[in-house]
């Protein structure tokens, strides 16, 4: 007969195979429907959040140029407005972090209106955590113009701190010093508020 032509073993075998895949399909559809049953937040809870990943911008960290107004000190000499006080007009020109123009008028004083263009270098001071200036010392020289029977040219000295008070505004303080070849120097101090771009 058929049945005794079937070895024992033989159906063992295919019992047991019968009996392990059965089991596959079992985990398999356990495992699906317990992920499926998991909440949407859940699922996405280890994602990184996008405000982990942002870095500091470059704008955000970066030198800025200004344009901005303010009043000149006069400390000593009379060659000029730089030594006797008055209205100021002030620009810096950023070219490198480290590396800038600043630039002075003084006019309406009691002196001869004077100019300078300082070739200045910059030491930033930043936040460590967000990479935001905080302060920026300056120093350095260039030449200041003076119009006295026919322009004048003569060596200039400056330093001083650029103070971001907000995005677009930055506070100075500025000490300068132009050196006449045959007056007294003229020295001044100026503070002012300019626009940062």
Known sequence: MIYKSIQPSRISVLVISTILTGSILLVQESQSQTFSQLPVDKILQSKPKESELKEPTTEAIRQRSYIGVGGSIGLSGSTSALGTGGFSLFSKTVFT?????????????????????????????????SQQIIVSPFIGGGVMFRNENGLKIAPHVTGGVDVPLSRNITGTVQLNLGLPSDRKADTGLLLGVGYSF
């Open 97 to 129: 972090d480290n590396l800038s123009m600043h630039n002075n008028t003084v006019i309406f004083g009691t002196g001869i209106s004077s100019s300078s263009s300082n070739l200045t270098v910059d030491f930033p001071i930043r936040d460590a955590n």
